[in-house]
């Protein structure tokens, strides 16, 4: 790989390492995928997007208008022969995968896709991995609802059983075991062909931040609800504990994630959780309330009949194990709503996306710098 062996020990996140480096982002056309792909941009990354066309008429990908900044790549993850195709044109040296179904409700709908996008999407993806002779390293993102959930309120922890009651989270869960046995077996040294690449997965929680317009999502329900709709919005489960965290958490456990399997640190090749601190966890009325209070418009209606379909009543995640990455989270609860608030209200105000997700990155790493 030509990079000297690191130790994991609070890396912690390096700029100056993505200068340059050919990164391939799956998924880019996604929330999360595009917030991504503005930080990688910013940092001076070579980045390629390769996903499917962004989904409805509104979406953070269209409306940061990176098209002139990367390259992006139309491909169906669950044709391999395309992917592999996709992949080898970009040459990666680190890929990160987001590309996913990731709705819940979604999945009850089209079991069937959900299951070949998330499982087989993300084994054409390392099996196509394969032949990219410049890759160093892989992180392949999945949720923290890949874990076998007994909501008896303990935090899991990388080491806890997969599973899932609903199409979304068992595939989920199927990936995490799909990912484990690819890594086994195809790269590193003690596999049987030794790709030099380094893979890890990534498990963050509830992600929320400016810039969702998806269906079934609790912060875009708030916005079409309380700004741009009847002035309410109906909450179907209001006392479900998640794992609320600003979309710039998680990625950047990803990046750090990415820079120490890029030093090829000991350990790292294996499962990673991204989750906020216990006493940050709140549950949806909370949140609810948060975004109102600070986007200063709107009612919650409470609604328990409308939770037609089964939703885990609890998730914690123990991100210890992200702390020798020199990861930890930021942002407050209260940070975090506020900010996501925000960044629909300037919006709303007329003001450019590209510049308040750059400006909030720019405050998010400044303030990252002072903890590490």
Known sequence: MGVRKGTVENMGLTPDIWRGKRVLVTGHTGFKGAWLCQWLLDMGAEVTGLSLPPEGSTNLWDVLALDGAMRSLVVDIRDGGALRAAMMQADPQVVLHLAAQSLVRRSYREPAETFATNVMG???????????PNLQAVVVVTTDKCYQNDEDARAFRETDPMGGHDPYSASKGAAELATAAMRASFFGPSSASGHPARVASARAGNVIGGGDWSEDRIVPDIIRGCMMGEGKVVIRSPNAIRPWQHVLEPLAGYLMLAEALIADAPGVASGWNFGPDPDQER?????????????????AIVDPAAADLHEAGILRLDSTKARTLGWRPVLSFDETARLTAQ????????????????AQIAAYVNKLKALQ
């Not at 993300?122 to 990219?132: I, K, Q």
């Not at 949806?284 to 948060?290: K, N, P, S």
């Not at 105000?349 to 997700?357: F, I, K, M, T």
């Open 122 to 132: 993300s084994v054409n993806l390392l099996n196509a991995a394969r032949d990219c």
């Open 283 to 299: 549950p949806v009325i909370d949140l609810v309330h948060a975004l109102i209070a600070n986007l200063e418009t709107g009612q």
């Open 343 to 358: 960044w629909y209200r300037a919006h709303g105000d007329g003001q450019n996306a590209q510049q308040l997700c750059r």
